[in-house]
Every structure is written in C-alpha cells, then in structure tokens.
C-alpha cells in the first residue's frame, strides 16, 4: 500500500480509524487529491452536548438480601393502569395509580400484589450526553440517522457520519453525512420520558439543523414516532412550518413520510442480492439465508427475500437465536415479534417454532447468504473462518471488521458491502425529502420503481469498478469510475464514493 499522504497526526488505532482503512485503501488507489483528502479524513464538526430530563418516581425491585425485613408487609393494591412496566423490571410509576388505591408502605418498601416487594424511587432529573457529527457536505446537506443506544460515543458517531458520506455518494443522493443521538438505552424510560428527552435533544440540536442543512432520519432506537416528535420540536412556533418538513426524513406517511421508507432498508438489500444472483443468471428463490438482527432493517429483508422464494433457516438478535432446518415462516416470526404484547422486547427468543440455539451457533448454519442486520463489529476474523455461506450481505453499518474482511476475501466469501446494501434507506429519505420539498405524495410503487431503478445501477457500477469493465449499457455507465485494475467490492464502492465526491471539489473548488 502507498503510504498515506495526508494524514499528519500519529495514528492511534481506534474503532473511527480502523473504519477508514477502506477510505485509505481507495484514496491511495486512485490518488485521490490531497486537499480532498485531508477534508474527507477528519469530520466538518463534532457536536457533543448534554440533555437533562425529569425522571418520574419508579418502583424499582427491592435487592434479594433486604427481603427478608419486609415479611410480614401486607399487599398494597394500586390501579394498574397507573404503573408503566419497564424491561429493567421496574415500573414507572403514575399519580393515577393512587386512585381507590390501598397502600401500605414501611421505609418507602411496598409490596405489589402478586409480583414482589419494590422500593420507591422519587423522580429526579437525569443528564444525558447527545451528539451530532457533521461529516461533509461537498455534495448537499449533512445526512443521517438518530440513534439512542446506552454504548455509542463520538468516535462511533464518526464512524458512522462517514459512512454517511461515502452511502450519499454512492447512492448518488445529493446529501452529505452526519450522525448522531443520545447515550441512553430506550428501554428503560417511559414512553413520557423518551417523548422528553427527544423534545429536549431537538431544542439543542435546532441551531445546528435544518431541511437544507442536516437532515436527522431514523437509526437503532428510534422510529417514525420519534422523527414525529423532532419534527413537531424544530417547527413549533415557526411561521412557515410546513416549509420545514423536510427536517427529518423517516417519519410517518400521514405526516408527509414518504410510502416504502420504512421498508426500504431491507428493501435495497433485497434488490442487491437480487441482482446478485441475477449476474448468475439465477434469482434468490430456493437460496437458504441466515440473519442476525429482527429490527426493521432484518425483519424487512427477511420478508421481502421470503416473498422472492429464499428460505429463512436462523435468526439472531439481542434476546436469542432460534433456528429451523425447514425453514422459518417469515409473517408469522414477524407477528410473534411485533404483534405480541407480552414480548416486550420485541425478541425472536422463545418462538415456538423453532429451536432455541446458541448465539454463537448462528455462525455455524449452512446456508447460502448470511445477512448480518444489527450492531457493528460482529464479524470479526474468527467468524468469517466459521460461517458456512457464499454471500454475506450487508444491512448494517460496519458489521465486518477489516480482519473479518480479508477472512472473506481468502475465503472466496463474496460481499454486498454495507454502503450499496442498506444504501436503500438514505435513498427513499432523498425521495421524502423531494416530496416534502414539493408538497407531493408518491405512491409506493413509484417510490419502489425508483429505489430498484437507482440501486441496482449503483451495485452494477461498482461490480464493474470491482471487475474493471468499464461499461456503458442502457442502465449505467461505469467508464468514468472503473481504475484500471480489480479490487474487492467494499474497495470498490470506496472508489465510486470518492471520485463523486472528488468531482465536487475539483469542479467546485474550495470556498476560501
Ligand atoms: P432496530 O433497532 O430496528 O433493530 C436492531 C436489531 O438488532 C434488533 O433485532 C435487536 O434485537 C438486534 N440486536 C441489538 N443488539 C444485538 C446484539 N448484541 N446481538 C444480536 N442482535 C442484536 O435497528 P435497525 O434500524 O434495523 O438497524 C439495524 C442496523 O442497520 C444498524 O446497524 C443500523 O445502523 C443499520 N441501518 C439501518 C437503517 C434503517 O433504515 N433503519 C439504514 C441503514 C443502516
């Protein structure tokens, strides 16, 4: 490898300098220009703030080892409809729950009929550290997702705002990237205090955003509820509110969403492995696939491939691993998941249709595709020396650590790298972005007509910069993009995502 050119700080390995290995690889591939270079290694800005919200009293499980003072405390009874139960196993607890209520309590200790003995925790505030990375914005406003997550940081969001740029540009969206959210795992508020803390977050984050500026969208811990709330917070009080819907993409289609967003994820994944195979001159129906993750991204890849014919044989996720030889019923997994009330967690655990494996049993399922649609860095290199598959794709960020990749590479193991395989996502938020900016309302299948249109040309450019067939068919051009020599595929859509970006500064210039 040519030695960097640009960077002139000592280098400390660190999970954002691991990640732009790849950037490395292809800026010395192609010589990338300096400047650009130098631009693209480090973020435009690094926002870190802090957010404060009034916690409400909970009834939090009394430690085993103070029971035994509490025997003889008779059964409080309170209205149930007052106390919100938590997945920490505590219960968020209301005013309400006082109405008609008998209570007895000794040292702010009650115990609940039929479920145990509980202290009171008065309501405090609590402090929150918030983010916002800016990454670039040579080719539009800064562009990505929202995610609250008790183990994210800054170098994680730096991570994950580049990938931002280099998916923009290689979906060819005029956006650039950003990245942000909140340390705070969800789960363990109430449904009142995460409507505060996301209120709160978008009354810091307002100066820093906005529709031509940067555009927040979904990520893990967040949905279309909450793009609803940060949308209401950025436009309250505004004269020309409706102007600014285009603020944050993902939200609801009855709030100027956009049909297919929350789909689309999987949807582009799809649509990749789709021409993947068709490049075989074959089609997905009959392949065998693996998964990890049953989010959004996961469950709609998994529907969508059922629905080409391809069979579910594992799923895992944060609450366990099941697996069916036969195959799992992609609708019916997907209703034990989401239409359950009883599984808070929204976990494929327990799914009686399946076994109940190990989650390190999941690598170990022969399969044809393994589709890893969760958290990052969960193939590392002795993964990707375990799974029995051909295709790994890509949902989610940074799933593949570069050992994991060379693994694959000496493997034979082909890849739909993350930036073109969930590039579907940041593809329909530009499409929302147009309807907002227009008043217009798409419909589905033109969204979806779109989305395959532009993602399988995306995927056949950088094949071809992967393959060095510059070609131009009725469907793309690579001419411009290919480099003169083979390169792996993650390498490659590296490649395309610089050369648009380069073409902005060298036809742009620099402001000064
Ligand atoms: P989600 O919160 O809807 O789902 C995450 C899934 O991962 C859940 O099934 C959860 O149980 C599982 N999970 C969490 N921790 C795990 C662990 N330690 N081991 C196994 N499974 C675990 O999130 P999502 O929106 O589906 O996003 C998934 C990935 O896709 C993320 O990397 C995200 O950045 C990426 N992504 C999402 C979108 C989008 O449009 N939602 C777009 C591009 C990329």
Redesign the pocket.
């Known amino acids: 490898m040519t030695a960097r050119v640009a960077s002139t700080e000592p280098t400390r390995q660190t999970v954002y300098t691991e990640a732009m290995e790849v950037f490395h690889r292809a800026a010395d591939l192609i010589g990338l220009d300096r400047r650009v270079r130098m631009e693209l290694e480090e973020p435009d800005y690094e926002h870190i703030f802090y957010v404060t919200v009034k916690l409400h009293t909970r009834l939090s499980p009394l430690a085993t080892s103070e029971q035994s003072r509490y025997k003889d405390l008779p059964d409080s009874e309170l209205l149930p409809d007052g106390l919100e139960p938590l997945l920490d196993g505590s219960f968020v607890f209301k005013r309400r729950a006082l109405i008609n209520a008998n209570v007895f309590m000794r040292d702010g200790v009650v115990r609940l009929k039929g479920k145990g003995l509980y202290k009171v925790v008065p309501g405090r505030p609590e402090r929150f550290k918030a983010y916002r990375v800016q990454h670039n914005q040579a080719r539009g406003p800064y562009k990505g997702?929202t995610?609250f997550h008790q183990d994210v940081s800054l170098d994680l969001f730096k991570v994950?705002a580049a990938e931002m740029t280099w998916?923009t540009a290689i979906a060819d969206v005029p956006f650039g990237g950003g990245k942000g959210g909140i340390k705070v795992d969800p789960k363990t508020l109430s449904s009142e205090e995460l409507e505060a803390l996301t209120l709160r977050y978008m009354y810091r984050l307002k100066p820093l955003i906005g529709p031509n500026l940067d555009i927040p969208?979904?990520?893990?811990?967040t949905?279309g509820t909450i793009m609803g709330l940060l949308l209401r917070q950025f436009t309250d009080g505004e004269r020309e509110r409706h102007s600014l819907r285009g603020v944050v993409t993902?939200k609801d289609t009855r709030i100027g969403g956009s049909e297919g967003?929350v789909r689309?994820?999987g949807q582009g994944l799809a649509y990749c492995i789709q021409e993947w195979y068709a490049d075989r001159g074959s089609v997905p129906a009959g392949s065998r696939f693996v998964l990890?993750?049953?989010?959004?991204?996961?469950?709609n890849a998994a529907e969508i491939l059922a629905s080409m014919g391809s069979k579910l044989l594992a799923v895992?996720?944060?609450?366990g691993t099941i697996f069916n030889p036969n195959g799992i019923d992609v609708p019916d997994l997907v209703s034990y998941?989401y239409d359950n009330p009883s599984n808070m967690?929204?976990?494929?655990a327990g799914y009686p249709k399946a076994q109940q494996i190990s989650?390190n049993d999941l690598w170990d399922v022969d399969a044809d595709i393994l589709i890893p649609?969760?958290?990052?860095g969960?193939i590392t290199g002795p993964v990707a020396e375990r799974i029995k598959v051909t295709l790994v794709a890509e949902?989610?960020?940074?799933?593949t650590t570069p050992e994991g990749d060379r693994v694959l590479a000496k493997r034979g193991i082909e890849l739909i790298p993350?930036i073109i395989g969930?590039?579907?996502?940041?593809t329909v938020s530009y499409y929302e972005w147009i309807q907002n900016k227009r008043m217009e309302h798409w419909s589905e299948t033109e969204v979806n007509g779109r989305l395959e249109q532009a993602i399988k040309s995306n995927y056949r450019i950088i094949r071809d910069i992967s393959r060095n067939t510059p070609r131009r068919t009725a469907t793309h051009n690579s001419q411009r993009y290919c480099i003169g020599r083979e390169v792996d595929m993650r390498t490659a859509a590296m490649v395309l995502a610089l050369k648009r970006i380069e073409a902005h500064y060298q036809l742009e210039g620099f402001s000064q």
Request: proline fraction near 4%; avoid cysteine.
């Open positions: 997702g995610r994950l998916k969208a979904p990520d893990v811990g949905d993902g967003r689309a994820t990890q993750g049953f989010g959004n991204v996961g469950s895992n996720d944060a609450g998941v967690r929204r976990t494929v989650r649609a969760a958290l990052g969960e949902g989610a960020n940074g799933p993350d969930n590039a579907g996502g940041v």
